[in-house]
Nanobody
Framework: QVQLVESGGGLVQAGESLTLSCAAS?????MGWFRQAPGKEREFVAL????????SYADSVKGRFTISRANAKNTVYLQMNSLKPEDTAVYYC?????????????????WGQGTQVTVSS
């Protein structure tokens, strides 16, 4: 079972940037970032395939967020630019063991504990 640890969250003002990191204890095939705001369901943000060839983004973050991975470090990153108050949520890293890549949280096999991102207006 892969264990995931997120870091990099914090409080920023609208328009600023943050980079989230997710360190995996073992090999994971596909990695994704999700977020969950209070009173809302966990939603897909971005994913990257095992070799980085495939990336996918939610429409709400396309053009502002970039997902990447460094397999030598077993780490996945989420660069978040031009942050908006509506990006405020707990951000979770997920790992999926099988092909193909998926965007639904139910298709992920392991989760981190989450990191809070708060964007003030």
């Amino acid at each position: 079972q892969v264990q995931l640890v997120e870091s990099g969250g914090g409080l920023v003002q609208a328009g600023e940037s943050l980079t989230l990191s997710c360190a995996a204890s073992g090999m994971a095939l596909h990695m994704g970032w999700f977020r969950q705001a209070p009173g809302k369901e966990r939603e897909f943000v971005a994913l990257v395939s095992w070799n980085g060839d495939i990336t996918s983004y939610a429409d709400s973050v396309k053009g502002r967020f970039t997902i990447s991975r460094a397999n030598a470090k077993n780490t996945v990153y989420l660069q978040m630019n031009s942050l908006k108050p509506e990006d405020t949520a707990v951000y979770y890293c997920g790992a999926r063991k099988y092909w193909p890549t998926r965007q639904a949280p139910v298709d992920y096999d392991a989760w981190g504990q989450g990191t809070q991102v708060t964007v003030s207006s």
